[in-house]
């Protein structure tokens, strides 16, 4: 995460990374911190992160005030995104959410196999979510 982000900062970049250990038989939440050099907020980065990601078949940034959920993309090759500014202490506090079996694992690779061989990156992997 720290290689990737520094090299769209084109400057180092450090982040906190707390993956949570929840007694869940698949899904995986994770919350990420980073320090502002400057305000902003929270409807700024939200804006900036959509925009970001548009096009991306596979992530979806959350409106304000919803927070992912692994019931929300379980079975799936989902990432769910929230991301807010903490107004006290001027950090950015991202959370997010997969199925660590699929996204985290097998759907990975084969999303990146698919863009490897030239293939809709989507291919055999656009199964709905099961919910609940």
């Not at 707390?18 to 939440?29: C, D, E, F, K, N």
């Not at 959509?50 to 799936?76: C, H, K, N, Q, W």
């Not at 699929?102 to 809709?120: I, P, T, W």
Request: proline letters at 6%; glycine letters at 6%.
């Amino acid at each position: 995460m720290e290689q990737e982000l520094s090299n769209l900062a084109g400057q180092t970049v450090k982040v906190r990374f707390t993956p949570h250990l929840i007694p869940a038989s698949r899904g995986m939440v994770s919350t990420i911190y980073l320090p502002l050099r400057s305000q902003v907020s929270s409807k700024a980065l939200r804006d900036l992160f959509t925009e970001f990601y548009r096009g991306e078949p596979f992530i979806r940034v959350l409106p304000a005030g919803v927070y992912p959920d692994t019931a929300m993309v379980r079975g799936s090759n989902q990432c769910h995104i929230s991301i807010e500014v903490d107004e006290r202490t001027q950090w950015v506090v991202t959370s997010v959410a997969i199925d660590n079996l699929v996204k985290g694992a097998s759907g990975q690779a084969v999303q990146n196999m698919n863009l490897m061989l030239g293939l809709d990156e989507t291919m055999g992997l656009t199964a709905l979510p099961m919910f609940p």
